[in-house]
C-alpha cells in the first residue's frame, strides 16, 4: 500500500492530569480515524505531560502511565497510533513512543538523545537509549520488542526520532534509519517555543525529509504545560524536500489535527498549507495569549488582577489578557471559550463582555504619581474592556513611614533615604492589590520585564508581587516597540499616551524628574550588554570589545554601562529567585529555574570589573 493519509496532532496536556490527557488522545485517535487516516502520529510524553519533572524518577509514575498505555490500546482500530510516555525497564527509566495498531501493542522506541542545555533537563530523569540496541519487555505476561526499533506496516518500513534525537546533527538516528531503507519517520516531540524557532524547525523537517529521502512527520505538544515553556503544537509532514502539509500554531483547541495524502512512490501531491505569520511581534501576540490562558485554566483561577501605572509594561500586561480573550473567542467561540475557562456561569454577549469579567485593574496613587500616568491607566483599561479601579495610598505610605520615625527617631529624608522612601511606595500597593485579586479568586499579574530583571531594578514584594510574570522574558525595548505595533495593528486606542511617555517609576518627588533610563541607563545599550554578557556569557571585558564598535555610546560611557550592568547583576540574583514564574519566549531568559543559574553570594565580578577599569578608552 504506497498511497496512505498521515495524520499529526498537537495536544494540549497537563502533568498527572490523566483524565484530560486521556480525553485529548482518545479525541485525536477518534479524529484521526474519522478522517481515514493511515498513521497517527502524537506528541512526546503525551500519556503523562513533559513537565512532570522529578516525579518522573518515581517507581508509580511510568507505572501508571503504561497502565493508561493498556487503556488506550483497544482505542486504535484501522489507524497505526504513536503514543508517548515513560517506561521503567531495568532499573532505568526510558522516554518512549508506544506504536499500536488493531488493539494491539507492537513495540516500543525509546529516545537515544536527552535534551540537556536551556530550558530541559532530561537527562536528570531520563537514560539515553543506546543505538542499534534492541530487547523485549514483558507487559500483562506478553513480551514486546524495546529500544532502537523500526517497524513494517502495509509495505512501509517506519522509524522513529523523538524531538531531541532530531536536534543532534550528523549524530541523529536518521543517518542510520537511511541505512535499513525507512519510508516514514514519525517524530513525536515536546519543543518549546521561542521567537524565531518554528522557521528553524520546519527547515529541520523539510531538509530532514529530503536528507533521509523519506516521508518525515512531526507532531508537537501544545499550550502552556506546566507554567513556564509554551508548546506552540506545530504539525509538519513533509516528503523528500517538499513541506505537503502543516497546522495553525498556538492553537486554543486542546487537539489540532491535521492530515495529509501521501504517495510513498514518491510522487508529489500538493495540498493546500495554513498560513502561518512569522512576524515576532504576532508569535508575542499569539504565545503570551495561549499561556495566559492556560494558566488561568490550569491553575482554576477565575480572572486576572492588575496594578495598571500608566507606564508600558502594565500596559503591556492588559493588552495581552484582552488579546487572550480575543484570539479564545475567535477560536472557541464564546460558549466555547467561556466553558474551557471555566468562568462561573453566566451570559455573555461579546468579547468586550468577557473581559470586563476577567480582568480587573487598579491605578494606585500617591503624592509622586501624575495626571498623565493616571489617564494613561484608564484609557487603558478602557480601550481593553477591563474593569478599572482608582485609590490613593498615601495615608498607607505616610502610615509606615511614621511609625518608623516615632519609633527609632530618625527623620526620613529624600537626601538620605531615598531608596528607602520609593520602596516604600512600592510595597504599600502590594496589600491592597493582594486583597483585590483574593475577592476575585484571581491571579495577580506581575509586570516587571527582563531588563529589570537583570538589573534588580524592581521592590522585591513591591512591583514584583504576582501569582505569574507574563513579561519577563523579554526585554524592555522589545516591549515598547510592541507596545507600538499593538496601538497600530491591535486598534487599542489606549496605547497612544503610554507610547509616548518616558518610563519612569514615579517614586520620587516630581520635582526629581526621575525616569528609568537617568537610573539605569538606556534600554537599548542594556539589552546589548545583557545578549553579550547573559546569552553569549562573555566577561565585562570581552563584553567591551564586542560592543565599542557599535557606536552606541561613547566608549567612557559604555565602560560605565557595562560596569554597573555586571554590579547590579551580582547582587540582585536573589531577586530573580523570588520573582513569580515567567514564560520563556526568547532564546534565552534570566529565570534560574528555567535557564540561567547564578550564585545568589559571589565575588561580583571585581576582578573581571578591574581589568575593564584600566582599559583606556578610545575617546579619553
Not at 210 to 215: I, W
Not at 293 to 300: A, C, E, H, I, Q
Not at 395 to 403: F, G, K, L, R
Amino acid at each position: 500500500m504506497k498511497k496512505m493519509r498521515l495524520a499529526g496532532a498537537a495536544l494540549n496536556q497537563t502533568p498527572l492530569n490523566w483524565k484530560e490527557n486521556l480525553s485529548n488522545i482518545r479525541q485525536a485517535i477518534f479524529e484521526a480515524e474519522k478522517e481515514n487516516a493511515d498513521i497517527l502520529c502524537l506528541p512526546e510524553l503525551c500519556i503523562t505531560g513533559y513537565g512532570c519533572e522529578d516525579l518522573f524518577l518515581s517507581n508509580w509514575l511510568p507505572e501508571k502511565a503504561l497502565n493508561k498505555l493498556v487503556e488506550i490500546i483497544p482505542l486504535v482500530n484501522d489507524c497505526f497510533t504513536i503514543v508517548g510516555l515513560p517506561i521503567r525497564f531495568e532499573g532505568k527509566t526510558y522516554n518512549c513512543a508506544a506504536a499500536i495498531y488493531q488493539q494491539e501493542l507492537l513495540g516500543l522506541y525509546c529516545k537515544q538523545w536527552l535534551a540537556d542545555e536551556g530550558v530541559h533537563y532530561e537527562p536528570r530523569w531520563f537514560s539515553p537509549w543506546p543505538s542499534g540496541v534492541m530487547s523485549n519487555i514483558e507487559i500483562n505476561s506478553q513480551f514486546y520488542p524495546i529500544g532502537d526499533i523500526t517497524i513494517n506496516h502495509k509495505g512501509i518500513k517506519i522509524g522513529f526520532e523523538i524531538c531531541e534525537d532530531a536536534w543532534r546533527g550528523e549524530l541523529r538516528p536518521g543517518y542510520k534509519l537511511k541505512e535499513k531503507g525507512v519510508d516514514l519517520i514519525l517524530n513525536p516531540s515536546a519543543s518549546h517555543f521561542a521567537f524565531g524557532k518554528s522557521n528553524f524547525r520546519e527547515h529541520l523537517i523539510v531538509d530532514s525529509s529530503k536528507l533521509f529521502d523519506c516521508v518525515y512527520l512531526y507532531s508537537n505538544l501544545l499550550g502552556n504545560e506546566t507554567g513556564r515553556m509554551i508548546f506552540d503544537g506545530e504539525v509538519f509532514i513533509a516528503q523528500k524536500g517538499k513541506l505537503i502539509q502543516k497546522n495553525r500554531r498556538l492553537s486554543f483547541q486542546s487537539v489540532n489535527l491535521v492530515t495529509a495524502e501521501v504517495d510513498f512512490t514518491g510522487k508529489y501531491i500538493p495540498q493546500e498549507l495554513a498560513y502561518d505569520d512569522q512576524d515576532k511581534y504576532l508569535e508575542f501576540d499569539k504565545a503570551i495569549a495561549l499561556a495566559l490562558f492556560d494558566y488561568l485554566r490550569k491553575s482554576r483561577s477565575k480572572c486576572f488582577v492588575l496594578s495598571l501605572s500608566g507606564g508600558a509594561d502594565s500596559a503591556c500586561c492588559a493588552i495581552m489578557v484582552a488579546e487572550m480573550v480575543r484570539r479564545g473567542v475567535e477560536d472557541l467561540g464564546i460558549d466555547g471559550f467561556v466553558a474551557k475557562a471555566g468562568i462561573p456561569d453566566r451570559k455573555f454577549k461579546s468579547v468586550e463582555d468577557i473581559t470586563d469579567d476577567m480582568l480587573y485593574t487598579a491605578y494606585q496613587a500617591t503624592k509622586n504619581s501624575s495626571e498623565d500616568t493616571y489617564l494613561a491607566a484608564k484609557e487603558i483599561a478602557e480601550s481593553v474592556g477591563a474593569t478599572f479601579y482608582s485609590w490613593n495610598i498615601d495615608d498607607v505610605v505616610s502610615d509606615y513611614t511614621n511609625i518608623y520615625e516615632n519609633t527609632t527617631g530618625e527623620k526620613l529624608t529624600w537626601e538620605d533615604h531615598d531608596i528607602p522612601l520609593q520602596n516604600i511606595q512600592a510595597r504599600s500597593r502590594a496589600p491592597m492589590i493582594w486583597l483585590l485579586t483574593n475577592v476575585k479568586g484571581g491571579l495577580l499579574l506581575a509586570t516587571s520585564n527582563r531588563s529589570e530583571g537583570d538589573v534588580g531594578y524592581a521592590t522585591m514584594d513591591g512591583d514584583t508581587s504576582g501569582s505569574i510574570s507574563p513579561i519577563a522574558g523579554v526585554d524592555k525595548t522589545f516591549i515598547r516597540n510592541w507596545l507600538k505595533w499593538a496601538e497600530k495593528e491591535r486598534g487599542f486606542y489606549g496605547l497612544n499616551r503610554v507610547n509616548n511617555l518616558a518610563p519612569t517609576a514615579e517614586l520620587r518627588p516630581s520635582d526629581k524628574n526621575q525616569t528609568d533610563e537617568s537610573d539605569l541607563m538606556p534600554y537599548h545599550i542594556l539589552a546589548k550588554i545583557e545578549r553579550e554578557a547573559i546569552f553569549q556569557r562573555k566577561a565585562p571585558i570581552e563584553v567591551y570589545q564586542s560592543l565599542k564598535e557599535a557606536d552606541l555610546c561613547s566608549n567612557k560611557e559604555l565602560k560605565r554601562f557595562i560596569i554597573k550592568f555586571f554590579r547590579l547583576w551580582s547582587i540582585n540574583q536573589w531577586k530573580r529567585e523570588r520573582f513569580a514564574p515567567s514564560f520563556h519566549l526568547d532564546e534565552f531568559n534570566v529565570d534560574p529555574k528555567t535557564w540561567c543559574r547564578f550564585p545568589i553570594l559571589s565575588g561580583a565580578f571585581s576582578e573581571e570589573i578591574e581589568e575593564l577599569v584600566n582599559i583606556n578608552p578610545d575617546d579619553e
